[in-house]
Structure formats: structure tokens, C-alpha cells
């Protein structure tokens, strides 16, 4: 099989508004048998009390997923800095909280 990101069951894509956190936090149940993920992560917030970008991908990577892309979704009006992106993740297996590590 290959090791392309291709290759992975898409499970979701969050995209709500500063809460994606939230979300996946709601899905502790479930969140173990996902493969991949796909969430919006901010260097610059735009909704009050956001986490910022270092806080989303911490906290995604202690749920056992890693970064494989990000994508630029906006910039600011100057086109210097980033505003937001989106990130996609995959499950990393070794990970204890994965599915795939505990078989």
C-alpha cells in the first residue's frame, strides 16, 4: 500500500468557526477510529477566545494525530502574514490512543 495521504479513509472536516476544539474534544468517544482529519487552525484569531495554532496542534498530536499538509486559506490584506490554514492529519499508529496501535 502505498504511503501517500491518498490512501486514507477522509473521516471529517471541521470547520466551525473557532471551535474546532470543541468538536473534537465531543468526540473523544469516537475520535480513536479516525484516520484522518481535516480542521482549520489560526495564526492570527479571528473570533474571540480562539486557541491559536500552537494550542490546536498540540492538543491534536496528544490525541495521537500528526500534520501532513497545510493549505493557506486567508492572508492578511498586505499578503505578509498568514491568517488561517487548513491542516490536514493523519493517525498516527503507534500513537496509544489509536485504534490501529491497540489492533
Do not use: K
Not at 501517500?4 to 468517544?29: K, M
Not at 469516537?30 to 492570527?44: G, K, P, R, Y
Not at 477566545?49 to 500534520?67: A, D, K
Amino acid at each position: 500500500m502505498s504511503n501517500s495521504i491518498s490512501t486514507y479513509l477522509w473521516d471529517t472536516t471541521l470547520d466551525t468557526q473557532g471551535y474546532d476544539l470543541e468538536a473534537v474534544r465531543g468526540a473523544d468517544g469516537v475520535l480513536a477510529h479516525f484516520s484522518a482529519m481535516q480542521t482549520e487552525v489560526s495564526f492570527i484569531a479571528i473570533y474571540e477566545g480562539m486557541p491559536t495554532y500552537i494550542e490546536s496542534l498540540r492538543e491534536l498530536e496528544c490525541r495521537g494525530f500528526g500534520v501532513a499538509d497545510f493549505m493557506p486559506v486567508t492572508r492578511t490584506a498586505d499578503g505578509l502574514f498568514l491568517i488561517e490554514m487548513d491542516c490536514i492529519l493523519v493517525r498516527q499508529p503507534d500513537h496509544p490512543t489509536s485504534s490501529v496501535a491497540r489492533g
